[in-house]
């Protein structure tokens, strides 16, 4: 059983910075594909990005390109979601979801998920 747990959520104004913590539990990073959804209200969740255990690389929706990025702790097990430059559409609950299937993919396909960390973006 994988178990994931989101922190670092918080009120940050716009172009501010928030690193996103998701602290992984039952198999190492190496043996998970992981991805970070989003969810504002009334919307879809949404794929922002994902990392493959298979061979480190990871991906990004358009909309965070260059902006956010992953870092690996391989040491704590844990990921990091490193948001620059945040604007208010970026403002929903944050989701880090994993799958043993080692090399990630943009879809809600994930078979365990955390409980998610609020990010809002005052403009």
């Known amino acids: 059983q994988v178990q994931l747990v989101e922190s670092g959520g918080g009120l940050v104004q716009s172009g501010g910075s928030l690193r996103l913590s998701c602290a992984v539990s039952?198999?190492?990073?190496?043996?998970?594909?992981i991805g970070w959804f989003r969810q504002s209200p009334g919307k879809d969740r949404e794929w922002v990005s994902c990392t493959s255990g298979s061979d480190g690389r990871s991906y990004y929706a358009d909309s965070v390109t260059d902006r956010f990025a992953i870092a690996r702790d391989n040491a704590n097990n844990a990921l990091y979601l490193e948001m620059h430059n945040l604007k208010p559409e970026d403002s929903a609950v944050y989701y880090c979801?994993?799958?043993?299937?080692?090399?990630?993919?943009?879809?809600?396909?994930?078979?365990?998920w955390g409980q998610g960390t609020q990010v809002t973006v005052s403009s």
């Open positions: 979801a994993a799958d043993p299937f080692r090399t990630c993919y943009a879809n809600l396909a994930y078979d365990y």
């Open positions: 039952g198999r190492t990073l190496d043996y998970l594909a």
